[in-house]
């Protein structure tokens, strides 16, 4: 797939979900819970122990269902290792230009994280696909994404932190691409009861919210 029809994909779904989980296995059920609730995209973050054999077993699992992205990409040496183990995209938390250049290079879309105008910017004219504003919600949330596509209006932006399923209707209505969800749709308890069909359920609800606000934005 192009860097252009991965971007379409995501922005189609809406949504990325940021597993964090305590297992490598865990964080494969958290995909399969997902996937089974209807979002076809998923961030493992690097933070999972033994997250680059999730990546290879979500890989072998669901190629061509779910797009696999690799999360909390803080260097183009992790970067590279999880384009080999099947991640279709990268994120990271922070804004990194070697970690840009590594993704561009091999073609595979990047969305580095960035909080600032002048960061975001940066972000972006260093090739960033979108931008992962970040912690979105401790500086206004939905208020800021729509403060910064005022001077920026041609940046994809990803809001991640403070998003849920009260707030991800604004946040699109604000002007994202898509939403970075973690805990509030992934969330620790679950993953740790084995309650996946909660986790299901939840992506129904939050798929639901992004098809009612565009469907509104369009009316």
Not at 45 to 55: F, H, I, S
Not at 63 to 75: E, I, M, P
Not at 159 to 181: H, M, Q, R, S, Y
């Amino acid at each position: 797939m192009t860097s252009q029809e991965i971007l379409t994909w995501i922005t189609g779904v809406g949504i990325v979900p940021v597993v964090r989980a305590s297992s490598a296995e865990a964080a494969i059920h958290a995909v399969e819970a997902l996937h089974a609730g209807g979002i076809t995209v998923a961030e493992i973050t690097m933070t999972v122990p033994g997250a680059v054999k999730a990546l290879e077993k979500v890989t072998e699992r669901f190629g061509g269902k779910v797009l696999l992205g690799a999360g909390t990409v803080l260097d183009p040496e992790t970067a590279r290792i999880c384009m080999l183990a099947g991640a279709e995209f990268l994120v990271s938390p922070s804004l990194r230009l070697s970690v840009i250049e590594l993704a561009k290079r091999y073609s595979k879309p990047i969305f580095p994280g960035a909080l600032t105008p002048t960061e975001v910017l940066t972000a972006w004219e260093a090739g960033a696909d979108a931008v992962k504003v970040f912690p979105c919600g401790n500086v206004g949330g939905a208020k800021y994404i729509k403060a910064l596509k005022g001077p920026f209006p041609q940046i994809e932006m990803v809001p991640t932190g403070g998003v849920n399923i009260e707030t991800a209707g604004d946040f699109l209505k604000a002007g994202a691409c898509a939403l970075g969800i973690g805990g509030e749709l992934v969330d620790a308890k679950s993953i740790k009861e084995g309650k996946f069909d909660v986790i299901a359920d939840r992506a129904r609800l939050y798929l639901a919210v992004v098809a009612k606000t565009r469907a509104e934005m369009k009316a």
